[in-house]
């Protein structure tokens, strides 16, 4: 196995921590959405700002993958991570617009050892995006699998 | 409002429909995840091979995006759609690799006209994206904002 920075032992639960700077472009929200979520309030700036939206905002799944960038850079990367067997929720709370510069809070809600897979532990992450000013745009609360960096512990 | 094919009245509770044939390549799959996902398992033939997962396999925010572009094409942008507050729950049931060809099944789980703005709907689907072997490859459930076709009658 590689060696990592991070594994499951180094999440403890309550443990909070901000990453990332990421700068949301004009650009980038047309060229995501052309590509998976064409709905024209997200593609054409003068079809957005006739819709009920008032003007042009990303996907939310651009957002999600925006928030997963930052995961990246900020701990992920550096992390024994073994996949992630899906979201338990993803809240949209506000468009995310050109400007926005979004960062990412973490926060550890709860973490314990797989009973079927004694090399890895699940942690349930709660992840949320802000923009520069302090704006909520996203909260997205999910479970991740990493590797234990000793397998034969007990309960870490 | 533009003229749509569909509003919030044309999603009955019940109702099972299935959209799409979604290639997945190699190349979109690193392309992606270069982007917004870059764990080596999701950018790297060879590193996959050497990871947990074994081979190449899409990031779980391509496959949610991707099963977005579905969803789009299959009818969402003929839908009088006013946006969604997030995903109740994405759950990323195999891995999506190169060569998967997806489709998804909606099934309309429930609606109701929204209190506050009596302008629009609010209508649950479930979504679950199979390959073309038949293999579930995720699930999301949510809610969408439909505009009504008569926001002065009742309840539909």
Redesign the interface.
Known sequence: MADYKYYWEDFAVGEVATFGNFEVTREEIIA?AS?????PFHTDEELAKKS??GSLCA????T???V??II?DGY??DTA????????????RAPVRPGDILSVTRECLDRRVSKSRPEMGLTTFRHSARNQHGEDKMIMTGTMMI?RRDPTAGEG
Chains 1, 2 share one sequence.
């Open positions: 995501f590509e998976y979520d064409p709905q009920f939206i996907s939310g799944w651009h999600s993958a925006m997963m960038r990246c992920l990367l991570g073994m996949g992630a067997p899906g979201v338990e929720e993803s809240k949209w590797a």
